[in-house]
């Protein structure tokens, strides 16, 4: 397929499948994920991506024959591989019987919170979500410095108008997407903070919250949305996340617990897991929230200078 | 043992389908269009050895014994999130080619780089 | 009868599938975008039931919210001068 | 399961699949856009109401709801923007005439 | 604080990275970062100490005990890891101010060291923890900071290095995962000691050994092995210098630490070597990384180029040291690790103190320098000497005991070969020596100075450092060879 676009929805499409799979094989908060991110943001980050880069495939190809040898060996190593892995669903296989026991058995008197993914993450194996956290902020400030750009302050009417031009035609989605957006900022809050109960999470939170401003931001035009927040404000907020909880570690260290033991926090030790999973999930909602914001903010100013830079060499 | 394994096996082929993407393909954003592919494949290997025949979603609720393995959705919520990152950085990368070079085909940048030399 | 009705979304999504990938045009694929969409969420909230936990449907809302936005990002990119021009230069 | 709520589901299937027959065999994307716009909404409404029916816990009725509320307000919302995008970029209905036909599948890449 | 230290480690320089944003100063930035180098360089010398005195610490995070939630786990090998990165860290970072004020742009300054802070903070990551899957998140934040450090290049080749890296080093990571996944269904457990102990029990399954190749694979992508090698050099040539000297020092090391860790420590020695031919692998793909990659350097115009050529060869004498796999061989690549790191950043800091002073590395370009540049130059001369295996420089050092471990094992071609390799790394340093010093200087340059103190004093710490490690051997050989033992020690 040559047309980018097409490969792109498709790949959207991708997402949104793996996505109702996961539903299906009991992983709900995983597909409440890989719905945000799979079929939502990066869908929309590489169709931003292919305005700025063409939109069509040079037909050349090159060595589709090796590139075919390597695959086929690969993956009949994986096939071989298969061959003596646990049947698929059998409840005997190992990892349902050494590890995850405790968690599914024990996790409601050691950390109390029904939602046994959350506990987990959020405290057995903490540390890796404070490494996923810093791995997103890393991304944030990656893109950062590859993408952002000094801009002059002329420019900035011009672009007004430009964006005038374009939104007057979507009167009526404007109009809903005003009334949906609070009511998704809403979900996002809801959602940040029920992660103990139900599928969600700091993480989703905070793609839904990005979302929200996303979603403002290309129907009131880049510039009404920096208005509204700032770039260096959320630079520091996607700091502020990170240190959040990684604070909370330094806590318990202060208190002579080990990193992220989040006992110490209150006397008693669940309510102390609780108010622990509470902050750093907050941390996480904070963080991801404004670098996705980032990341697309980023990707859509790079764009307008880029059209402006054309409309100025046209004229 | 078809039927045990039949599930990994279209795993498999997705994997390798994202993987030809990558290695085959000469234009970038296809390339990353690919490497997501083969990670969400990855996923989905995760995700099918946590499942347990008969058991549900592991949110801890009255009445039910059997939960499938959590510790799997712990990771993959982790490695998608080192999904949407990578590809993120790598989209900003092929921007930026773009706007060096004048275009994202492999060839094209190859060539450029030659006449630099 | 909850099988049933996820049966036929199943087969209305791999329709839309097969719109996708046929197109011709470009609203082709966005519309058949759209359209897994909205038979996702419908997808999701009958596999709720089926499993016997209905307590997740959370999950269909976001996937209606994504779904919006989505749509709304395609448009607005898709509208983008970039393509514009070139679909121009082709006429 | 009452009966309502299996008449409600058959039906929301059944507009599925129609719309589903829609998207395929409608000979361009207007007609294919009236299909699935005009099957999706009630559908929907169907199939949702219809689960309502099986389940009358409070949390997911209302849940249920909300997602029918959502689907209200965004698909005719998506579809207007989808049409509307599309005259915007000169896509024209494919009519009667033969040589309209050539022109816009020509034109479309 | 003291039994908190394995945590400090990682932490320190993890939690310094957003605080920088705060700053907003490049030159408070840069003293915030030194100074959280610093403090890493201080807790690994610590840590070794400990580690050496009371043998191997345990560090339970969120205070749950091992198989559920994630350790650390410090032994000689992992403290020894920790001190090189930290140091080679801190002391380029010493020389950072003064380079990237010139090669980057002003408004990137602040970004540019949290890259490096959280770059760095991912290899501490990686080497500390003692947890499969905690391997793989720290190694992604290492490498994503990696390709947006190198794209910040001022050669827009920089820009194409960097997504070539990018592609490699994720479709590693990828495979990585792969092999940790399918180890983790087979056994139940991510953490590296539980699993060293439940794989024996399926070791023979087909699914463990697919589980071994993708990870040796994968951790074969990451360390640039010979025919895999691919996206090092441009990486290196066009990363900013500072970039480059950081890198080259430490993030293959990282990579060999992987290998090693998995190979000894979790499939356990007699697994590893048994269920692929790795030794003969192994042995085959050094040798002929050190010659091609060695031929390569030869005919290289960039100078960078000609060093990153000479890191792949240098990673094929590491692998010769590994595939040996006796204690002597695996302590030969342990000092060659420690001393590459030292010859290697020193290399490229001088190498940056030349960009600085005349803005190119090409070896045209490099006529006459000897007497314009003499410490800096001088630097590069003893660097490359210890490249060559000069004694009285430590690159003699390693290739002594890896020649020692060779003939142990009776392959003696296989010194024969070691030997020859080092003949060719003569022939391209004696090439930049010849240019620098035989040459005279390009008209209109007369006016070419020293560099800076600010370069010269990290530069000439890390020659003295040469110099006096390939002197007094006792310090790195005394920890390699604990380091080493320990490991047969684990696998019987």
Redesign the interface.
């Known amino acids: 397929m040559k047309d980018l676009f097409a490969v792109i929805m498709l790949s959207g499409i991708y997402g949104l499948l793996s996505a109702s799979f996961f539903v299906s094989m009991d992983a709900v908060d995983v597909a409440f994920t890989e719905a945000s991110v799979g079929a939502g943001i990066s869908t929309l980050l590489m169709l931003v991506a292919i305005t700025m880069t063409g939109r069509t495939e040079n037909p050349s190809r090159h060595k589709p024959l090796l590139a075919l040898a390597v695959v086929i060996v690969t993956g009949s190593l994986l096939i071989y591989g298969t061959l003596d892995m646990p049947y698929f669903g059998s409840a005997q296989a190992p990892i349902h019987q050494h590890v995850a026991p405790r968690y599914i058995n024990d996790s409601m008197q050691e950390v109390g919170v029904p939602n046994i993914v959350t506990s987990v993450l959020a405290s057995y194996r903490a540390f890796d979500t404070f490494g996923e956290v810093v791995v997103i902020f890393t991304a944030g400030m990656g893109v950062l410095a590859l993408l952002s750009a000094v801009r002059r302050p002329r420019d900035v009417a011009e672009i007004d108008s430009f964006n005038k031009s374009m939104y007057e035609e979507h009167l009526i989605l404007r109009i809903v997407a005003k009334m949906l957006i609070p009511f998704i900022l809403l979900f996002a809050l809801y959602v940040q903070f029920h992660g103990d109960y139900g599928p969600g999470g700091g993480f989703q939170a905070g793609v839904i919250f990005a979302a929200a401003i996303i979603l403002y931001a290309m129907l009131f035009g880049m510039n009404t949305a920096r208005r509204v927040i700032n770039q260096s404000f959320i630079q520091l907020f996607a700091a502020i996340g990170v240190l959040l909880y990684g604070s909370v570690g330094v806590i318990s260290l202060l208190n002579g617990k080990n990193f992220l033991d989040y006992s110490i926090l209150s006397a008693d030790p669940i309510a102390g897991q609780h108010l622990g999973i509470l902050l750093i999930e907050l941390g996480v909602g904070f963080t991801v929230a404004s670098v996705m914001v980032i990341i697309f903010f980023n990707f859509a100013g790079r764009r307008n200078n880029q059209q402006n830079k054309e409309n100025n060499d046209s004229c | 043992?078809l039927?045990?394994?039949?599930?990994?096996?279209i795993v498999?082929?997705l994997?390798?389908v994202g993987?030809?993407i990558?290695?085959?393909?000469?234009?970038?954003?296809?390339?990353?269009?690919g490497?997501?592919?083969?990670?969400?494949s990855?996923?989905?290997?995760?995700?099918?050895?946590?499942?347990?025949?008969?058991?549900?979603?592991?949110?801890?609720?009255e009445g039910i014994r059997?939960?499938?393995?959590?510790?799997?959705?712990?990771?993959?919520?982790?490695?998608?999130?080192?999904?949407?990152?990578?590809?993120?950085?790598?989209?900003?990368?092929?921007?930026?080619?773009?706007?060096?070079?004048g275009s994202?085909?492999?060839?094209?940048?190859q060539k450029k780089?030659n006449l630099?030399? | 009868m909850l099988i049933a009705a996820t049966i036929a979304i199943l087969v209305v999504m791999i329709m839309a599938i097969v719109r996708g990938i046929m197109g011709p045009t470009l609203y082709d694929r966005i519309l058949a975008v759209n359209m897994f969409g909205t038979k996702t969420v419908l997808l999701i909230s009958l596999l709720g039931f089926v499993m016997g936990r209905p307590e997740f449907l959370d999950i269909a809302i976001v996937y209606a919210l994504i779904n919006f936005i989505s749509v709304i990002g395609v448009l607005h990119y898709s509208d983008a001068s970039i393509f514009k021009r070139s679909d121009q230069q082709k006429k | 399961m009452n009966i309502s709520s299996v008449l409600l589901l058959l039906i929301g299937s059944f507009l599925c699949i129609s719309g589903g027959v829609g998207i395929l065999r409608f000979p361009d994307f207007y007609t294919r856009m009236h299909a699935v716009g005009v099957t999706e909404t009630l559908a929907t409404a169907m199939i949702l109401i219809g689960l309502m029916l099986q389940n009358p816990d409070g949390l997911v009725v209302v849940k249920l709801m909300i997602i029918l509320l959502m689907t209200l307000f965004i698909s005719p919302t998506a579809s207007h923007a989808l049409a509307s995008a599309a005259v915007h970029n000169n896509l024209m209905p494919e009519l009667d005439n033969k040589e309209d036909n050539k022109k816009v599948k020509s034109s479309n890449p | 604080m003291l039994a908190h230290l394995p945590i400090l480690q990682v932490i320190v320089p993890l939690m310094a990275a957003p605080l920088c944003l705060f700053l907003t100063r490049s030159r408070l930035v840069w003293l915030f970062t030194l100074i959280a180098s610093g403090l890493a360089f201080l807790i690994s010398s610590l840590l070794l100490q400990q580690v050496m005195v009371s043998g191997t610490i345990i560090y339970e995070l969120g205070g749950w005990d091992a198989p559920w939630g994630i350790e650390y786990r410090i032994d000689q090998l992992n403290a020894f890891l920790l001190l090189i990165i930290s140091a080679v860290s801190t002391i380029v970072l010493l020389a950072a101010h003064t380079s990237i004020k010139q090669e980057i742009p002003a408004d990137r300054h602040t970004l540019f060291y949290i890259l490096y802070l959280l770059s760095l903070a991912g290899m501490l990551g990686i080497v500390a923890t003692g947890d499969a899957f905690n391997v793989f998140v720290f190694l992604e934040i290492s490498s994503l900071s990696a390709y947006a450090l190198i794209a910040l290049g001022k050669d827009r080749r920089a820009l194409w290095a960097s997504y070539q890296y990018l592609i490699m080093g994720t479709i590693g990571a990828t495979f990585i995962l792969i092999g940790i996944g399918m180890m983790y269904q087979m056994t139940g457990t991510l953490n590296m000691d539980d699993l060293s102990k439940r794989l024996p029990e399926v070791a023979h399954t087909r699914t463990v050994f697919t589980a071994f190749a993708f990870v040796i694979v994968g951790v074969c992508l990451k360390l640039a092995l010979f025919p895999l090698h691919l996206w090092l050099p441009n990486a290196y040539a066009y990363a900013p210098s500072i970039v480059t000297a950081f890198f080259a020092a430490t993030a293959t090391k990282v990579a060999v630490y992987l290998l090693i860790r998995f190979t000894f420590s979790v499939f356990g020695l007699s697994f590893s070597f048994t269920a692929l031919p790795l030794q003969m692998l192994f042995v085959v793909l050094g040798l002929l990384g050190i010659f091609a990659a060695s031929i390569a350097a030869i005919y290289q115009k960039n100078v960078k180029h000609l060093f990153a050529y000479s890191s792949v060869a240098q990673i094929g004498y590491m692998i010769v040291g590994f595939s040996v796999s006796t204690t002597t061989g695996l302590m030969a690549t342990l000092l060659h690790l420690f001393n590459h790191a030292l010859m290697k950043s020193a290399l490229f800091l001088a190498l940056a103190a030349v960009v600085y002073r005349i803005g190119s590395v090409q070896l045209s370009q490099f006529h006459g320098l000897g007497r314009q540049m003499p410490f800096t130059m001088a630097a590069i001369v003893i660097g490359g000497l210890s490249l060559i295996g000069v004694p009285l420089t430590v690159g003699f050092v390693s290739k002594w005991y890896l020649a020692l471990a060779t003939l142990e094992n009776g392959w003696w071609p296989v010194t024969a070969l070691i030997l020859l390799g080092s003949l060719l790394a003569i022939v391209y340093v004696w090439r930049i020596v010849e240019v620098a010093y035989f040459k005279p200087p390009i008209a209109g340059r007369e006016s070419i100075k020293e560099a800076p103190l600010s370069f010269l004093i990290p530069i000439w710490t890390l020659v003295i450092a040469n110099i006096y490690f390939g002197i007094d051997t006792r310090l790195s050989v005394q920890v390699a060879q604990a380091a080493s033992q320990s490991l047969f020690g684990v696998s019987p």
């Open positions: 043992m039927m045990g394994l039949y599930n990994y096996w498999v082929v994997m390798m993987f030809y990558v290695i085959a393909h000469g234009n970038l954003i296809k390339k990353i269009v490497l997501s592919i083969f990670q969400t990855v996923f989905i290997f995760y995700i099918s050895m946590a499942k347990v025949e008969g058991g549900t979603a592991p949110i801890l609720a059997q939960y499938s393995n959590p510790l799997p959705h712990v990771l993959i919520l982790t490695a998608i999130v080192v999904g949407i990152a990578t590809t993120a950085l790598g989209l900003a990368l092929a921007v930026r080619i773009k706007e060096a070079y994202i085909e492999e060839e094209d940048i780089d630099d030399c």
